[in-house]
């Protein structure tokens, strides 16, 4: 069994989020819920952006006691002296530093050359590791990068003292394959790679960043970068608990994580309020409807036995149960489930009456409430004649 660590950056790549700032205060709340969740490295902020920003770096590295503290810099020495500011005072800190490395940002971010650009990624990583001895180097856009250049640049910065080297997928492009590939090609061609720790950080342009960064696992990446919610620029980045999840329920013969799964749907509800970033119903783990059913032949088989349609006990995730959601599409077996959990249990030909008149109201709204279901059942109950009826369970 080895193990997968997990480095969330809900509080540097998940605040880039328009209408997502923090505030300090706000910053060290969730980064305590962070530690506690089990993650191994909190990306705190990007001191060099604003003085907010390196306060709450600051601070949580002051509060974190168990958990790596990392602090974002460009491949520029005054990011990185601001960094290795902020994480000062953490028990275990870390500096992520890097440069675009794909021929567009070469050319037109940096109007540079190959060459330079490893000139620069190596005294950054220098650099930075006369403050602290954890360096993480990224090589920005990694994902459109040529993998022949990228083993290149990757081979120069672990000889240059990278613990871990970050292959990001910055805008979302790489296919599974093409992500595995890479990270094959890192793993069997750079001189000295098993001296780093591969790390994945896959965008979500495609919706494909999950998948990718499971592709990278198995490649030999034992770092994944990820956000609570999936949160972070434009699509977003991995969403920590579907790659947590993902682990635990189908690669857990050979992978673990060290996250306390049950805290998933309390801590998605946190950050989803303190970043003001609402959650999509239909969301993998944490959505509403995630661990709901409403169409007739799902509750059926779900009341029979919860494995025939959920590959997920929600007890595992923090959900207390599974839900059938009663409406127009709903069947007979989800009526007489939810008529027993508020008291009534129905005979089978009391059921049959019950079903035409629910199906009528059901037709009427989007889903039948509690409340309006038991309005229901206590007018049936209030005719002797449905009393009455008696036949068969
Ligand atoms: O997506 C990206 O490339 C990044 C780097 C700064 C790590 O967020
Ligand atoms: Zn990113």
């Known amino acids: 069994m080895e193990k997968i660590q997990?480095?969330?950056?809900?509080l540097r790549d998940g605040?880039?989020?328009p209408g997502c700032k923090l505030n300090p205060k706000e910053k060290i709340k969730i980064a305590k819920e962070l530690e506690e969740l089990g993650v191994d490295t909190i990306e705190a902020g990007f001191p060099i952006s604003s003085p907010n920003d390196f306060e709450s770096v600051n601070q949580i590295s002051k509060e974190i006691k168990n958990t790596t503290v990392c602090a974002l810099s460009r491949a520029v020495e005054k990011d990185i002296k601001a960094a290795a500011d902020a994480v000062q005072y953490a028990k275990r800190p870390r500096i992520h530093t890097g440069i675009g490395t794909s021929e567009l940002h070469i050319k037109y971010k940096?109007?540079?050359?190959?060459?330079?650009?490893?000139e620069r990624a190596v005294a950054a990583v220098k650099y930075a590791k006369s403050f602290v001895e954890d360096v993480e180097f990224y090589a920005e856009d990694a994902g459109r990068t040529n993998n022949i250049y990228l083993a290149k640049i990757i081979e120069a910065v672990i000889k240059a003292g990278a613990t871990v080297v970050n292959i990001p997928?910055?805008?979302g492009y790489c296919l599974p394959q093409e992500y595995s590939n890479k990270i094959g090609f890192l793993k069997e061609y750079v001189n000295g790679i098993d001296n780093a720790i591969i790390s994945t950080h896959c965008h979500n342009d495609l919706g494909m960043a999950t998948a990718n960064s499971i592709a990278g696992i198995e490649q030999g990446a034992r770092q994944i970068e990820c956000t609570m919610n999936g949160i972070g620029e434009r699509a977003g980045n991995t969403a920590l608990e579907e790659v947590v999840m993902t682990i635990k329920q189908r690669m857990h013969q050979r992978f673990y994580t060290d996250i306390k799964t049950p805290m998933l749907n309390r801590i998605s509800k946190m950050i989803s309020e303190e970043m003001c970033m609402m959650v999509q119903a239909n969301k993998a783990i944490v959505g509403e409807n995630a661990f709901a059913h409403s169409s007739g032949i799902?509750?059926?088989?779900v009341i029979k036995k919860r494995e025939n349609y959920e590959i997920i006990n929600p007890i595992d995730v923090g959900v207390d149960h599974s839900?059938?959601?009663l409406t127009a599409r709903s069947g007979r077996a989800a009526l007489a489930y939810r008529a027993k959990q508020i008291g009534f249990d129905l005979y089978k030909d009391q059921l049959d009456i019950a079903y035409e008149k629910f199906i009528h109201l059901a037709d009427m709204h989007k889903e039948v409430q509690e409340a309006e279901l038991s309005t229901m059942l206590n007018q049936l109950f209030e005719d002797s004649q449905f009393q009455a009826v008696q036949l068969q369970k």
Request: charged share 25%; net charge negative; aromatic share 8%.
């Open 6 to 10: 997990i480095f969330d950056t809900s």
């Open 15 to 17: 605040e880039q989020v």
């Open 110 to 118: 940096f109007n540079s050359t190959e060459d330079k650009i490893i």
């Open 169 to 171: 997928d910055t805008t």
């Open 298 to 301: 799902h509750q059926d088989g």
């Open 323 to 325: 839900s059938i959601i």
